[in-house]
């Protein structure tokens, strides 16, 4: 008798809504916005299962290993979703082959006004030819709960991560898209 009420709502809690706007970045524009957003959940392939040389725009560094495929980015997918958990948003970085070298998602503690302008005079760009972040991409990630920071040593723009100190909220938004991506989050 009851039976309906069991799957009451299953079906609209699997559906989500997602939009996607490419836009064409220079890596310096990446290393220019990223180190204003506060606290951002970063995933990467692991560099010990990554064959691939980063290339380095001239101008640019980064401190760890960790942060090489940003300065591989061509190409960013603004995305926009809503899930049964929430509003998600995030970008994916591609680099000139097609292939998704690093995703960043926005957390509650990140600063939104730095998100939204971030890529405010990027061109937009039709989606490249690539291929899309599956489940063996996701298996060589690591995530990490981070703030990029970007200063100036001679001459060079330094992208550099610090531990984010993130709210509660922040934490379990985290620990949930590492869930829902199969990834653990690394310290």
């Known amino acids: ?85 929430g509003p998600r948003e995030w970008i994916d970085c591609v680099d000139a082959d097609g292939g998704t070298v690093a995703r960043v998602y926005l957390l509650p503690d990140t600063d939104y006004l730095a998100w939204d302008g971030l890529f405010a005079d990027a061109l937009s760009a039709d989606e490249p030819l690539r291929v899309a972040p599956d489940r063996e991409w996701l298996r060589r990630c690591r995530a990490t709960v981070m703030s990029f920071s970007r200063r100036r040593l001679a001459g060079f723009d330094i992208l550099g991560a610090t531990k984010a100190p993130v709210s509660p909220l922040g934490r379990d938004v985290a620990r949930d898209i590492a869930v829902f991506a199969s990834v653990a989050i690394v310290s």
């Open 1 to 85: 008798m009851f039976g309906w009420l069991a799957s009451f709502g299953v079906q609209s809690r699997a559906r989500s809504t997602t939009t996607v706007r490419w836009l064409a970045v220079s890596p310096r524009t990446l290393v220019e916005g990223l180190g204003q957003l506060g606290g951002v959940l970063y995933l990467a392939p692991a560099q010990s299962s990554a064959a691939t040389h980063w290339p380095t725009p001239p101008g640019c560094l980064v401190e760890s290993a960790d942060l090489a495929p940003l300065l591989a980015t061509r190409y960013v997918g603004v995305t926009c979703a809503v899930t049964c958990e």
